[in-house]
């Protein structure tokens, strides 16, 4: 009886301690300096550059990156790859709202990408080679690396570009697997969750998918060094994340106050100072 007893506390513990122990292996962070995060901390990035509401100025253009640049600001912007395999800087999968083009990106080589205007402006696709560049060390960048059909091909083509750019340089990911590539095979890189309330994700992503994305239960993918959160609540998974060290970015600020309580801030359409804190 004794010896039974025994073996049904032993069973009690374990079942607590994998009750906690298996949440917090999923959700675990992945570690980093404190000179690492020192580039990120208390920065305010400008989203796709430092373009403007009536896109005058066209988000992820040369002209918002050099904007972006000789003010000092931190910078965010998106690489995905054309047909023949460059890494160009747009956002969108498709065409349609910013080139009024209906086409996927990856469907045109880069010359006829090239050959498309950004909003009707004379600003064109860059390629991520001429947006490093411009840059050029004057301030971080955030690099989101877009979900796509050869996103082997992105992570080392972009890893590549980024290993010969001298500057303060993260990367991150609506994608833990893209993320995952990064842990494993660029570790002197700081690395990102995108993430968002499961509402929001689209609708070609099913509720379950979208359910574990936004609770960010697969850090134990990519091990994320940050959180890059949509600005708004966020739900306790990803507050204990933060709690266990990852950086707490937010997304897309449209106003300072955003600032309070966050690491890192995403804006757009306002000129924050360049750092908070």
Excluded at 73 to 90: A, I, K, N, T
Excluded at 181 to 202: C, E, I, S, T
Aim: proline content about 5%.
């Amino acid at each position: 009886m004794k010896k039974a007893k025994n073996t049904g506390k032993a069973c009690l513990v374990l079942t607590a301690a994998a009750a906690v122990g298996v949440p917090l292996f999923m959700l675990a962070p992945g570690s980093a300096t404190r000179r690492q995060k020192a580039p990120f901390i208390g920065r305010n990035f400008a989203h796709r550059g430092l373009h403007s509401r009536d896109m005058s100025v066209p988000e992820n253009s040369l002209e918002a990156f050099r904007l972006a640049a000789k003010a000092g600001y931190g910078v965010e912007l998106d690489v995905q790859l054309s047909r023949d395999g460059q890494v160009v800087v747009f956002h969108d999968d498709t065409l349609d709202r910013v080139c009024g083009v209906h086409s996927r990106v990856d469907e045109k080589t880069y010359d006829e990408l090239k050959a498309l205007s950004l909003c009707g402006t004379d600003q064109h696709i860059p390629l991520f080679s001429e947006v490093l560049d411009i840059i050029d060390g004057k301030g971080p960048l955030i690099v989101e690396l877009k979900n796509g059909r050869r996103n082997l091909e992105l992570c080392r083509k972009t890893y590549a570009l980024l290993s010969e750019y001298r500057g303060d340089v993260c990367v991150e990911s609506f994608n833990p697997v893209i993320m995952g590539w990064f842990r494993f095979h660029a570790r002197d890189l700081v690395r990102g969750q995108l993430a968002q309330p499961p509402k929001y994700y689209n609708d070609s992503i099913k509720k379950p998918t979208a359910f574990v994305l936004g609770h960010c239960l697969l850090n134990f993918i990519s091990r994320p060094q940050f959180i890059a959160y949509r600005i708004g609540s966020r739900p306790l998974t990803v507050r204990l994340a933060s709690k266990l060290g990852a950086m707490n970015i937010g997304w897309t600020s449209h106003e300072p106050r955003n600032e309070k309580g966050r690491d890192g801030v995403i804006f757009e359409f306002y000129k924050p100072h360049l750092l908070y804190k």
